[in-house]
């Protein structure tokens, strides 16, 4: 019994064996040794490089793959190869960590990681400009824009350094002028061809030509920050109650990659309505002329006997780019409809005062006789008796007085002819 019960104990040993029991290389599961000779360096503008060697005394069993991240553990990356770069602005101090390990497992213990840090351009911080920021304008041609930094010299002369990948060598920007506080510069950034263009991004840097202040970057991805030209609009039509409106789209863009805002002014009924057009074709058989490469929409309820104004603009969406807070200028206005004459609006505008004072006037002398006709005067009896006795009295009075004019003048007559006798006797 007991020569079968050792066979037994031998076979469960040799299947443990056989499952894993046996020893891995040490070199699996120990710590490799961290890198050597890790360095750090800039090309372009804003493109750091970092550079290591393999770690010395490395297990030969062990395939070497290198655990990477930026500050705070981000931007994890594990890989074979003995460098990494990355575009960032150098405004900040950047450091990256690396250690080596033997598979990419990431629940795998790296070697001791080893740091290496930039820091940012000497200089004092108060001295770099600030909002500082760029536009790529129809896809045409780049704007940068900036405000001077608060420990700087009025009389500061700026300088700004701009390279993407498909330039050879870093540019300098010629065209630097002012728009109030601001200073801008603009350059030539035409699309090309090549289907990678836009997944690359253009690096800009701003400093004086003295050398006073602190240089500042920027890093501008060519798939944000672009805006179109407006859109020009090439006819309007009224088809059964509705506004029918064309347009071109700007040049350089797919009409999937832009949406849109219509805006209609009524001049009568002094409305403001703005639709928003996510797409628009011209597939109705009511749009007029050659609709190639013409964008179409219709706004529902426009009165076709009012003066209606029209203007467009529009703006990129995330189908294609990943910036879609831009909206281009508005379009040149085009109106459709009637305008109203306004002889008609300043004649009314003067009869109607004549006409209201006129009510008014007759209105008041309708009221007074309406007012007599309700409420008529009482009779005053006493007045009517005064009228009576006053008037007899007054004549009575007059006659009097009559009488006594002609007795005196009666009077003084006689004595004259009296006086005439006299004299005629004497003589």
């Known amino acids: 019994?007991?020569?079968?019960?050792?066979?037994?104990?031998?076979?469960?040993?040799?299947?443990?064996?056989?499952?894993g029991g046996v020893a891995a290389p040490a070199g699996e599961y120990e710590s490799q040794p961290p890198v050597t000779n890790l360095s750090v360096s800039v090309e372009n503008l804003c493109t750091i490089v970092w550079t290591w060697n393999p770690p010395e005394g490395a297990?030969?069993?062990?395939?070497?793959?290198?655990?990477?991240?930026?500050?705070?553990?981000?931007?994890?990356?594990i890989a074979p190869e003995t460098h990494r770069s990355k575009e960032v602005p150098l405004n900040e101090r950047i450091c990256l960590q690396v250690g080596s390990q033997c598979s990419t497992?990431?629940?795998?213990?790296?070697?001791?990681?080893?740091?290496?840090?930039?820091?940012?351009?000497?200089?004092?911080p108060e001295s770099a400009v600030t909002e500082l920021q760029c536009i790529w304008h129809n896809l045409r041609y780049m704007k940068c824009t900036w405000l001077p930094g608060r420990n700087t010299s009025p009389d500061t002369n700026y300088t700004l350094y701009y390279w993407h990948n498909s330039?050879?060598?870093?540019?300098?920007?010629?065209n630097i002028y002012r728009e109030g506080q601001h200073i801008a510069c603009s350059f030539n950034l035409t699309?090309?061809?090549?289907?990678?263009?836009?997944?690359?991004?253009?690096?800009?840097?701003?400093k004086d030509n003295a050398g006073k202040i602190r240089p500042s970057f920027n890093i501008v991805p060519?798939?944000?920050?672009?805006?179109?030209?407006?859109?020009h609009i090439k006819n309007l039509s009224f088809q059964n109650g509705d506004l029918y409106v064309q347009w071109t789209n700007p040049q350089n863009f797919q009409s999937k990659c832009l949406s849109y805002e219509v805006e209609?002014?009524?001049?009568?009924?002094?409305?403001?309505?703005?639709?928003?057009?996510?797409?628009?074709?011209?597939?109705?058989?009511?749009?007029?002329?050659?609709?190639?490469?013409?964008?179409?929409?219709?706004?529902?309820?426009v009165l076709p006997d009012t003066l209606n104004t029209v203007r467009i603009r529009v703006k990129t969406n995330k189908l294609c780019y990943e910036d879609d807070k831009l909206w281009s200028n508005w379009s040149q206005a085009m109106s459709?409809?009637?305008?109203?004459?306004?002889?008609?609006?300043?004649?009314?505008?003067?009869?109607?005062p004549v006409i209201v004072a006129a009510a008014v006037i007759v209105l008041l002398l309708y009221l007074k006789r309406l007012k007599i006709i309700i409420f008529p005067p009482i009779p005053d009896p006493g007045k009517i008796f005064k009228e009576m006795f006053g008037d007899q009295n007054d004549d009575t009075l007059h006659w009097k007085k009559y009488d006594i004019y002609e007795k005196q003048t009666k009077e003084e007559t006689d004595s004259v002819v009296l006086i005439e006798s006299l004299k005629r006797a004497s003589q």
């Open 105 to 124: 497992n990431e629940s795998e213990k790296p070697s001791i990681l080893v740091e290496k840090c930039i820091s940012p351009p000497e200089g004092d």
């Open 1 to 19: 019994m007991e020569r079968p019960a050792r066979l037994c104990g031998l076979w469960a040993l040799l299947l443990y064996a056989g499952r």
């Open 264 to 301: 209609v002014n009524n001049s009568h009924a002094e409305t403001h309505d703005i639709f928003y057009v996510e797409e628009a074709k011209c597939q109705n058989t009511e749009f007029e002329g050659n609709l190639e490469g013409t964008i179409c929409f219709m706004v529902p309820g």
């Open 336 to 352: 459709i409809g009637q305008k109203a004459n306004p002889t008609f609006y300043i004649t009314t505008l003067l009869i109607i």
């Open 59 to 77: 297990s030969p069993n062990c395939s070497l793959k290198y655990f990477s991240h930026f500050g705070n553990k981000q931007d994890k990356k």
């Open 191 to 206: 699309k090309v061809k090549d289907s990678s263009f836009e997944q690359h991004s253009v690096q800009v840097m701003v």
């Open 222 to 231: 060519l798939t944000s920050h672009v805006k179109p030209d407006p859109p």
């Open 167 to 174: 330039l050879g060598k870093i540019l300098q920007c010629e």
